[in-house]
Each structure stands twice: as C-alpha cells, then as structure tokens.
C-alpha cells in the first residue's frame, strides 16, 4: 500500500494517520478546560476514520485498565468536508472501499468498504456534527453513539451521512432524537466549528491524534496507531501513580459484559491473548449459541446474544 498521502481518506499503514492535506503540526498549547480525573485524553478523531477505527482495541483496554484515572474527550477533526481533494490514488469515492479494506486487514479490524460502492458519503461533517449533539445530552451515550456509527459505516456499509442512518444510531444509544436533531441544527454546530478551531491552534494534522494532558496542562502527543504498551507508557509518563486495574475476564463471556460487541482483535487486546486463542474461544462461544458471529469481508465481529 502507498505511503504517500495528499487525500484524508488515504490513510498510511506504516505511521497509523490519516492525514489532513497541507495541515502541520505547530505543536500550540491551546488552554483545554480541566478534568476532574487526573490525566485528560484529547482525543482528535473522525467518524469515518478508519485508522480511528484501528485503535478501538487499545482504547476500549485502556478504558478498562485505567478508566479511574482518565478522561477521554473526543473532539472531532473533520476529516472530510466535501470532495474537492484528490490525489494519493483517491480521487472519488469508489477509490476508498480497496483501500480502506487493505487498511483493515494490516490491522486485523474488519472493515467493509461496500458504502463507497453503493452509498457513499459526500462529507464526514454530517455524524460529526451529530456527534457533538449527542455530547451535549450525554457524554456516555454520545461514545456509544460514535462506537454505533462506526459499526453501521465499517461493517454494515451504511451512509451515516445520512439523518435517517443518524436517528437510527441515536435510538441504539438511548439518546433524544428530537433534542438531537434540534440541537444538530444549532449548538451542536458552533461546537463542532469549536474543535476545527482548537485542532488547528494545537496542530492537529491527522487522526488518529491523543493529546494526553495533566492537571498543570503538561502534555504529550501519540500521533497515529500505537500497541496498547506504547498507550499505557505515555499515560504512565504523565501520572506515574496509575494503578493498572485487572480486567475481569473470569469466564470467556465476561468481555461482554464491559463491551456488547467486540471484535477478535479486540477481545484478544483485552484479554491479553493471542489472536489465534482469541478466535477459537469466540467460535466455541457462537457455536454455544451465547454470542452472534457476523463474517465482515475477511474478519469477525461478535455481539452477545440478548
């Protein structure tokens, strides 16, 4: 896969990013509002983000391992505004489904790139601006959102550009889809221009990008993809005194209970297993009939059977 990228949806294997075109790191030091926990996570990301979706699997553990002691803030960084950019071998968006699939297999997440094909997205602002409606109801419910319109884009090739697509996660994730469209259509977008402006005075310039900060604002940035051990060192550096906390995983459903659905990537992170472990574990528990297998192109995806 090439490196070189002049397109947001042209995302680099090697370094983890999907860069913005033109867009330098300046390395500013905007104010960020305090957390009452001790390390605060700027996490600079995009819906359709597909190496945002890489790094579930390492977020999702170090929310498990160390959530008492962090906050995550998702900000959005808006990835795709329209598609006047081309270059990088992508120049419309049926260019993005190989790519994106190739992306997905490097990193052992499943990915379908079918929306490219049959539906795909004239711009990311759409859920974004979403997503920053469903913050002002809930933060919980708003990750939830973000994690269901992911899942609809990745692996169900669903537009989430689209209000109908949007509702529909919205409901998923227990949020007010009339205070949700109202806000969608006033508040939600002076916050989502918020963050493009924040991004550009702390030199964001692609995504994944986690600023990870103290209660003095000292900060340290992880550009890109990372291994979970890269993750956990640089929070380590900013609060030495974090206390990992045992993820319980007791009997093989017990990941389930943390996470609804988990992919084989992600249920090995977690459990600090193998792929190959983690695999057979999660087909004995589908032929059990406890979970439902869902086959994404070359990959898996698991959901606990209610």
């Not at 977020?59 to 998702?74: M, P, Q």
């Not at 006047?84 to 990193?107: C, F, M, Q």
Request: proline letters at 5%; aromatic letters at 10%; charged letters at 25%.
């Amino acid at each position: 896969m090439e490196s070189k990228n002049n397109n947001p949806l042209q995302c680099d294997p090697e370094n983890g990013l999907c860069e913005i075109p033109g867009a330098t790191a300046t390395g500013g030091k905007a104010e960020l509002q305090a957390s009452e926990k001790p390390v605060r996570i700027v996490y600079y990301t995009d819906p359709i983000c597909s190496a945002c979706w890489a790094i579930e699997p390492q977020l999702r553990k170090l929310k498990a391992e160390y959530g008492a002691y962090l906050h995550i803030d998702y900000r959005m960084g808006g990835l795709l505004p329209d598609w006047s950019y081309n270059g990088g071998g992508i120049s419309k968006p049926s260019d993005v489904a190989h790519h994106w699939e190739e992306l997905g297999e490097y990193y052992a997440m499943p990915i379908d790139g079918g929306v490219w094909l049959e539906d795909p997205l004239d711009s990311s602002y759409p859920p974004s601006i979403a997503f920053k409606a469903a913050q002002i109801q809930n933060e919980d419910k708003a990750v939830n959102f973000l994690r269901i319109l992911r899942e609809m884009l990745f692996l169900g090739k669903k537009n989430i550009a689209k209000w109908e697509n949007i509702q529909l996660a919205a409901t998923q994730s227990g949020l007010d889809t009339y205070k949700l469209k109202e806000d969608y259509d006033g508040e939600a977008r002076r916050l989502f221009q918020e963050d493009l402006d924040i991004a550009r005075k702390m030199g964001v310039r692609g995504f994944p990008t986690l600023f990870f900060t103290d209660a003095d604002n000292n900060r340290i940035v992880a550009y890109g993809i990372r291994t979970y051990s890269e993750y956990e060192a640089v929070l380590l550096r900013i609060f030495p005194d974090a206390k990992k906390k045992t993820i319980d995983i007791s009997d093989n459903m017990s990941l389930f209970k943390l996470y609804p659905t988990l992919t084989v990537k992600e249920y090995a992170v977690l459990s600090d297993i193998s792929f190959r472990e983690a695999e057979t574990i999660l087909k004995k528990l589908s032929v059990e009939g406890k979970i439902i297998e869902t086959q994404i192109n070359s990959g898996l995806i698991y959901s606990i059977n209610t």
